[in-house]
């Protein structure tokens, strides 16, 4: 199975889509731009140069992926999300040797029209909600929302806001166990590998 491509979409020769893309309708793909297996970048999508995107990623309308961002797998991106890549931009002072890396961890979600501030992480599962501004690394497993972002709590792997009770929660819609270790959310399974 190779990518597919809508007809108004532009790739540029170059660029590295993995088996099973769909690149939709007004998207552009630039020539340095490596994509994984199973993909999605919907309408008005832009992928710039240096990036790179895991497999089974969700990229929504509107969204522009800009240089120095990373997207590991099963990352989904909401409706109009925002990256930068510049802390300090200004139109008259050329700042492409400045790029600060963003790193979206596995499985992490960004709701729609959220911003994530270059130069940060999203962890591994996180949750940042609609219209967040991340300006600051996100723990694995943090639900963050608010501007600034502000972690309100916890989510699982599926997506469920965990209820800690001594320590320990349950994945209400699969039953996956997790712990809080120094304040920090971890899936119990891993804590006793």
């Known amino acids: 199975m190779t990518a597919t491509i809508h007809p108004s979409a532009i790739v540029d020769d170059g660029a590295q889509l993995g ?11 630039c020539a340095g731009a490596r994509i994984g297996t199973g993909c999605s970048l919907g309408q008005g999508v832009f992928v710039a140069n240096q990036v790179i995107i895991g497999n089974n990623v969700k ?4 969204v522009s992926v800009y240089d120095a961002v990373t997207l590991e797998d099963d990352v989904f991106c909401g409706p109009s999300m925002v990256f930068t890549n ?3 931009p200004r139109s008259a002072v050329p700042r492409k040797n400045e790029y600060r890396p963003t790193r979206v961890r596995r499985g992490a979600t960004l709701g729609a029209n ?3 501030v270059c130069g940060t992480t999203i962890g591994r ?13 996100v723990a694995d497993f943090a639900l963050v929302v608010g ?3 502000r972690r309100i709590g916890w989510v699982s792997r599926h997506g469920e806001r965990l209820a ?9 819609a699969t039953g996956e166990r997790y712990v809080l270790l120094d304040g920090v959310c971890r899936l119990a399974d891993e804590v006793r590998a």
């Open 19 to 29: 088996a099973g893309t769909h690149v939709w309708h007004f998207a552009h793909v």
């Open 59 to 62: 990229i929504q309308n509107n």
């Open 86 to 88: 510049v802390h300090n």
């Open 114 to 116: 959220c911003t994530v």
């Open 125 to 137: 599962h996180a949750f940042v909600g609609a219209g967040a501004v991340v300006s600051r690394d």
């Open 147 to 149: 501007v600034p972002a």
């Open 164 to 172: 800690f009770a001594d320590g320990a929660a349950v994945c209400p």
